[in-house]
């Protein structure tokens, strides 16, 4: 999926090209309004818009995008009143989120945003469309013991429920994303905190030690020296599958 991401400021705009780029977007970069609205070889699926640009107000880029194309906008901008955002969404935004805020959150808006505009129109004489009636544990991971709910942000370990704070349960719900894989320190507070985030980097191994104890056993994260950390079956859990 190709973005257009319309940003001026390169603290924002480096580090969220590099976090959209290993989730697989493609994302061209300009740093004006003009530069967005020139023509380009390749459309793109969505445009990221600024509102702060040096050139021109980004409200009247929207404006210039959404007379021609029907390519769906989401505003990222520190302007985060409500009049803003109204006067945003009237314009033909399709979104518009306000900084600071995370790459897991942006991508999540971006694949709402793309699902709706691809969805059909909805037909009052068709058929209604099909309930989901997928069990919720249908969407459980299993690791071992350890069953990791996406959909109702649930962990049990043997069959108990593990209480864990949001945060900790990004954290391991991203690790376990590819148990095994190392996760740098770098990767794990750009997708759980924020490309953003300056708070200490401490921050990552506290909750890596209390998602440790909550799990009962330090063997369920690794450290790889150096590097991050990655999920992995205990010794014990592994003896115990194997036998």
């Known amino acids: 999926m190709r ?37 380009t070889t390749a459309a793109p699926d969505l445009v990221l818009l600024d509102l702060g640009l040096p050139d021109m107000d980004g409200l009247d880029v ?25 006067v945003g969404l009237e314009l033909g935004a399709d979104d ?15 694949r709402a945003v793309t699902r709706r505009a691809a969805a059909p129109a909805y037909a009052p ?17 299993v690791l071992g013991p350890l069953a990791i709910s996406r959909r109702t ?3 049990r370990l043997d069959g108990q429920q593990v209480a864990l704070t949001p945060r900790e349960f990004d954290l391991l719900a991203y690790l376990a994303e590819d148990p095994g894989t190392v996760y740098s320190r770098q990767q794990i507070m750009d997708t759980v905190w924020d490309p953003h985030f300056f708070g200490p980097t401490k921050t990552l191994d506290a909750h890596v030690a209390a998602l440790r104890r909550k799990l009962g056993d330090p063997g369920w994260i690794t450290t790889a020296r150096g590097v991050g950390f990655r999920l992995t079956l205990p010794d014990n859990h592994t003896a115990e599958a194997a036998g």
């Open 96 to 110: 518009y989120l306000a900084k600071p805020f995370g790459v897991r959150e942006l991508i999540a808006r971006i």
């Open 153 to 155: 942000r649930e962990v």
């Open 125 to 141: 004489n068709g058929p209604a469309p099909a309930p989901d009636i997928r069990p919720t544990a249908s969407a459980a991971q």
């Open 3 to 39: 973005l257009l991401l319309i940003e001026d400021d390169e603290r924002i705009a480096v580090p969220l090209t590099e976090g959209l780029g290993r989730y697989g977007f493609t994302v061209d970069h300009v740093r004006t309004g003009a530069a967005g609205l020139a023509d």
């Open 62 to 86: 929207c404006r210039s995008l959404r007379a021609r194309s029907a390519v769906p906008i989401i505003m990222i901008t520190a302007r985060g009143e409500e009049a803003d955002r109204i």
